[in-house]
């Protein structure tokens, strides 16, 4: 099994650009896609990016996915950062039946 | 749309059981994978149990093998979770979740599980 690890909390101002990191602890980032999930307090989880870099109808294109492989890592980043981005965002990804989620990263917009 | 509804959450003893249900509607809900995620209370996200899109297959977290059992009645459009041996770290919201490809792209919006004496 493969851990994915998320930074804890990450802030910024409104109007800028802040980048969430997904380092994948064994195997292959590029090996299988990665998702984005957004969650606001008391909702169930939304996808904000899939397939690494695809974004679902509805979200805006401030938010975008990218791998690098050299890191092992997954990124999702959302610029023009506005208050109603506030929220804990989720990557994911799985592997051989196992699917796992990251720990978390609540995004603080002030 | 598409639609999930769980239920059958609450209070429970430790070691006791419950059997969740995830209703299912707005798509063709034989031909999709499904999942079910738990989250405890101010904690992350946990994937816990994936079932095929016939039922012939299901996969499990370390953490719930053996205790809990997935199943799908497609006639009835519906997903089961059998909670069995419950522990105090099960306490959690469940969520049924459709997949497709490799993509959450669907929620239901979550039952409580309590366990508690």
């Known amino acids: 099994n493969f851990l994915l690890t998320q930074p804890h909390s990450v802030s910024e101002s409104p109007g800028k650009t802040v980048t969430i990191s997904c380092t994948r602890s064994s195997g292959s980032i590029a090996g299988n896609y990665v998702q984005w999930y957004q969650q606001r307090p008391g909702s169930a989880p939304t996808t904000v990016i899939y397939e690494d870099n695809q974004r679902p109808s509805g979200v805006p294109d401030r938010f975008s996915g990218s791998i690098d492989s050299s890191s092992n890592s997954a990124s999702l980043t959302i610029s023009g950062l506005k208050t109603e981005d506030e929220a804990d965002y989720y990557c994911?990804?799985?592997?051989?039946?196992?699917?796992?989620f990251g720990g978390g990263t609540k995004l603080t917009v002030l | 749309q598409v639609q999930l509804v769980e239920s059958g959450g609450g209070v429970v003893q430790p070691g006791r059981s419950l059997r969740l249900s995830c209703a299912a509607s707005g798509f063709t809900f034989s031909t999709h994978y499904m999942h079910w995620v738990r989250q405890a209370p101010g904690k992350g996200l946990e994937w816990v149990a994936t079932?095929?899109?016939?039922?012939?297959?299901?996969y499990y977290a370390d953490s719930v093998r053996g205790r809990f059992t997935v199943s799908r009645d497609n006639s009835k459009n519906t997903l089961y979770l059998q909670l069995n041996s419950l522990r105090a770290e099960d306490t959690a919201v469940y969520y049924c979740?459709?997949?497709?490809?490799?993509?959450?792209?669907?929620w239901g919006q979550g039952t409580l599980v309590t366990v508690s004496s």
């Open positions: 979740a459709r997949v497709t490809y490799s993509n959450y792209d669907y």
């Open positions: 994911q990804s799985y592997d051989n039946n196992k699917w796992v």
């Open positions: 079932i095929w899109y016939d039922g012939s297959n299901q």
